[in-house]
């Protein structure tokens, strides 16, 4: 069974900074596309970043330059450094492996998500 454990959400001021940890128990972790995805009030859920196995990165627009994701294949954690923090960036952040059609979505059945508010 695929656990999906996101943490390190919090209330910070805009232009404050986060790291979301996401711990995933995933046997096969190190050949997965891991993505972030977030889900703000009365919106649906969005791909925020992903990264491949090889450690290929992609990013929403809006995050270009503020948001880095990054891997440790031997602890099947993937993170989420976010800095420069916007209002906007609030919502409730969840990982995810990623697969891609017309847009990324998540394969598994999501996990409780990570709290994000950006006071303004």
């Known amino acids: 069974q695929v656990q999906l454990v996101e943490s390190g959400g919090g209330l910070v001021q805009a232009g404050g900074s986060l790291r979301l940890s996401c711990a995933a128990s995933?046997?096969?972790?190190?050949?997965?596309?891991m993505g972030w995805f977030r889900q703000a009030p009365g919106k649906q859920r969005e791909s925020v970043a992903t990264?491949?196995?090889?450690?290929?990165?992609n990013y929403a627009d809006s995050v270009k330059g503020r948001f880095t994701i990054s891997r440790d294949n031997d602890k099947n954690i993937v993170y989420l450094q976010m800095n420069s923090l916007k209002a906007e960036d609030t919502g409730v952040y969840y990982c995810?492996?990623?697969?891609?059609?017309?847009?990324?979505?998540?394969?598994?059945?999501w996990g409780q998500g990570t709290q994000v508010t950006v006071s303004s």
């Open positions: 995810n492996v990623a697969m891609v059609g017309s847009r990324w979505y998540g394969r598994y059945n």
């Open positions: 995933i046997s096969t972790f190190s050949i997965n596309t």
């Open positions: 990264i491949s196995s090889g450690g290929s990165t």
